[in-house]
């Protein structure tokens, strides 16, 4: 995945001066903070407040067609939450978002936007929906899961930039990265390297959505990173989820319509292992003999024709 994992940072301290909640203008019924301001957050920059960022947005509609974005809410709560992000090596050197519902989200959007410019990734891999919820000086428990869907949709970003290559850091022997599933064997696993001195790097692959199925027990779904998110956070771990539920579901897809090895190696992982021109030869016969056969995913056998006209094939 071009990601190259070099010499991390230590968990953030947070100091923050957290003042009452008022009622906003206008008989909203919303609440937030007057004037709140986050004193230190690491590396990351301060952040002011509440009706702050209500009153002028960070970052509001920059970004709109980022290569790297992740998106939070929608339907059930009718609040939907975009963050968007440029890296350039191991640092966010720029971010953006746009959000539809409630003030809350809007105010998420910006404090996410804030505390994510000029971050280094693995801080910004720590942020967490308290985090959000302090630079905004506090939100009402009602108001709280603008936070979470802020810290959600930012933590999608910087996983669509890793997954694709775009982070980049410097190699050292101390770091160790552990596939975290939110359940017992990956935290004792993570408990073990951080006993033993080493720099972790938590990541959680995201294989599958189905709302029908999905939920804390299952392993890869959205609701299952979420939680080894929250654990990976908890130990003072830089988190990172990488989406690749469109490559599994080409790969499931290849298994199911008996495709060769290397073509379900490729769908996957993006590399494709083929020893000789016999071995690619025949690969080229099994896409001509699924199109001849009338195999209806069309758009399995055109993502795996161009795959393999990149590898000059």
Not at 19 to 33: A, E, M, T, Y
């Amino acid at each position: 995945m071009g990601i190259l994992f070099g010499t991390g940072r230590g968990p953030s301290r947070r100091t923050t001066n957290l003042l009452r909640q008022v009622q906003l203008p206008g008989d909203s019924g919303k609440l937030g903070p007057s004037s709140a301001r986050l004193t230190h957050l690491g590396g990351m920059r301060r952040s002011t407040g509440f009706a702050e960022h209500l009153a002028a947005p960070r970052g509001r509609g920059r970004l709109a067609g980022a290569a790297h974005s992740g998106a939070a809410g929608g339907a059930a709560c009718g609040d939907l939450l975009r963050v968007s992000v440029r890296i350039e090596a191991d640092r966010v050197v720029e971010a953006g978002f746009d959000a539809k519902g409630c003030h809350a989200a809007m105010a998420a959007g910006s404090a996410a936007v804030e505390l994510l410019e000029d971050a280094p990734v693995l801080e910004a891999a720590r942020i967490t929906p308290a985090t959000v919820a302090d630079a905004l000086g506090g939100l009402a428990p009602a108001r709280h899961h603008a936070a979470e869907l802020a810290a959600d949709a930012l933590h999608r970003a910087l996983g669509s930039a890793a997954a694709a290559g775009d982070v980049t850091l410097e190699p050292s022997a101390a770091r160790t990265l552990v596939a975290m599933s939110g359940g017992v064997d990956s935290a004792v696993a993570a408990q073990l390297a951080l006993d033993a001195g080493h720099d972790v790097l938590a990541v959680t692959l995201e294989l599958w959505a189905d709302p029908a199925t999905d939920g804390t027990a299952s392993c890869c779904s959205p609701q299952a990173v979420t939680g080894a998110r929250a654990l990976a956070h908890r130990m003072g771990l830089a988190h990172l989820t990488l989406d690749l539920r469109e490559q599994a579901a080409l790969q499931a897809a290849l298994v199911t319509h008996g495709a060769p090895e290397p073509l379900v190696s490729l769908a996957l992982t993006g590399t494709c292992r083929i020893s000789s021109l016999d071995e690619a030869r025949r690969l080229r016969r099994w896409l001509a003999d699924s199109r001849v056969a009338g195999d209806r995913d069309v758009p399995m056998l055109n993502t795996l024709e161009r795959a393999l006209l990149r590898f000059g094939l």
